[in-house]
């Protein structure tokens, strides 16, 4: 293609050469005819005189191969943009037929070409906006199913018992009341399941708003691990708490940022029992504040950490939903850092697992 302009340089020099040969064949005609008038006889005497044969066929001949190679370049170009347009026919109508794929080749030096490039940014984000559909799809069935399997279970055990209740099949009133207990914590997990569920999807869409406020991280979390000393005590753990400074601040959503700390501890306290500490580290990172969650307990395996923030997603696929939680814990946590323009991971090896957090330090 990059030599196409061959092509009509050669027409052009071929149609000049003929033109300028017959032009000759027509002067020799006038010259030496008897037809030939007295005019034209002095006009050829002149040129001779004047200007000579060779440098007036140079002469003629330049116009003549300039008009030639305007003639043919410009036909050569009505050929492409022909072919062109055929192509970018043929293209479209494959598109229409479903190849969402499909690109059409730019030409940026023409008309055309800024129309196939327009072509192929529509079918593109026409393209993305079908995925887009499908996957909004996927995850609407993917949370009816997940829902639909987490409240099941719940629901079973309330009904089992209460029937178990209803046909009064208990020995005594300590296992009446045991069926009671049984049944309200069956309802307190479907709840908080419902809460879990709804606060997530007013996080995924956007509809939760921050009441921002510059928050003291290290207060926050002295004030946390006391408020989760019991749950320590009965999981024989102890917290362990190093800051570099007494002061980390952020501008966040204090209830919001307390979730995401609520989440993290309670996981650390139910799969970190194995070993003996829960410790809490925090430190400045060039204007970042950076949060270390530790435990030392069970390890996430690695072909699991890249899913633990997703919805519903469990470590243990055998896990009951009374051990694992509803699923969404992390996935709620990651949201809410998300929007406070944090990031949030995980580690796990043989020693130690580790949720860290950062968040950009506030200063007043």
Known sequence: MKLRWIIPIFWSVAAST???FALIMVGK???????????????FQWVYRNIGYPQTYIIAGIPIFLM???????????????????????HVQKIAEGDFELKIPVR????????????????ERLNTSLNEERRAQQTKNELITNVSHDLRTPLTSITGYLGLIEQDLYRDEVELRYYVSL????????????????EYTRLRNNEMKLQTSRI??????????????LQLESAKLQARLHFTSPQL??????????RVFENLITNAIKYGQDGEYLDITGHLENGVVALDIVNYGEVIPQSDLPHIFDRFYRVEKSRSAHTGGSGLGLA????????????????????????????KEHRG
């Open 18 to 20: 003929f033109v300028l």
């Open 29 to 43: 005609l006038l010259f030496y005819s008897s037809f030939a008038t007295v005019n034209a006889n002095l006009f």
């Open 68 to 90: 030639a190679a305007v003639y043919f370049f410009k036909r050569d170009k009505r050929i492409l943009s022909e072919r062109y347009l055929v192509q970018i026919t043929q």
């Open 108 to 123: 940026s030096d023409e008309e055309l070409g800024q129309l196939a490039g327009n072509i192929n940014r529509f079918v």
């Open 183 to 198: 049944v309200y914590e069956e309802s307190e997990r479907m709840s908080q399941l419902i809460q879990d569920l709804f």
């Open 216 to 229: 003291n991280l290290v207060e926050m979390l002295h004030q946390m691990t006391e408020q989760f000393q």
């Open 249 to 258: 601040f952020v501008l966040g959503d204090g209830n919001k940022l307390r």
């Open 332 to 359: 709620i946590a990651k949201q809410i850092i998300d929007l406070h323009g944090g990031a949030i991971g995980a580690f796990s090896d043989l020693e130690r697992t580790v949720f860290s957090i950062r968040l």
